[in-house]
């Protein structure tokens, strides 16, 4: 059966069928049922034989990103709001990354492509300083809340001229506790700069 054919058969346009197909989307389960349809199986064959096939692994080196919208966000926060493209990209590119700005501003807006190299996400955690399975594993809250607390503790220490200190180096923190402490931090040196 050629993709014109099944196009035909599942009842998709060509322009929703292609960009699935490239990995801009994602199928989703009716699109499932229409493809088991097209090929007289079940949508359980179907699944079965598409993760046989999946090739998020070391030898793709790419992964697909399930949720954009919180790779952007988490981006985003890592650069920081002042941080210029330029240098953040050159920063990448030192860490290994090959990347272009415009690339970069598109995974910032959540409208890059749903697969993104490894190399890219390892360099930006790198970069960052930051665990690279903060922006691999994009459905875990607990994880990322502990991660940007410490951030943001590091970063409240650079702004009020402290050295830095590991926030591990405090013990057994919660992100509550670190967000708290980070706010008394700035707090005083609002008060300093007043």
């Given amino acids: 059966m050629t993709n014109v054919e099944l196009i035909r058969q599942a009842d998709f346009s060509p322009n929703y069928f292609y960009m699935r197909l490239r990995g801009d989307a994602l199928f989703d389960t009716n ?9 007289g199986v079940s949508p359980a064959d179907v699944i079965v034989l598409a993760t046989s096939l999946s090739d998020d692994d070391e030898e793709s080196g790419t992964i697909t990103i399930t949720d954009s919208a919180e790779l ?7 650069s ?39 190399s890219l996400l390892s360099a930006a955690a790198e970069h960052f300083g930051v665990d ?39 013990g057994d923190v919660s992100p509550g506790a670190l967000i708290a402490i980070t706010q008394a931090i700035r707090s005083i040196e609002k008060g300093r700069q007043e």
Wanted: net charge negative.
């Fill in 31 to 39: 699109d499932i049922d229409k493809l088991a349809t097209a090929f």
């Fill in 72 to 78: 952007a966000r988490r981006l985003r926060f890592l």
């Fill in 80 to 118: 920081g709001p002042d941080a210029p493209t330029e240098s953040v990209v050159k920063g990448l590119i030192q860490a290994g990354a090959e990347v272009t700005a415009a690339a970069w501003d598109a995974l910032l807006a959540g409208s890059g492509p749903r697969r993104v190299a490894v």
């Fill in 132 to 170: 690279l399975s903060y922006l691999t594993e994009l459905q875990g809250t607990d994880s990322a809340a502990q991660v940007e607390a410490e951030v943001s503790f590091q970063r409240a220490l650079r702004d009020s001229g402290a050295t830095a200190v590991a926030a591990r180096a405090l």
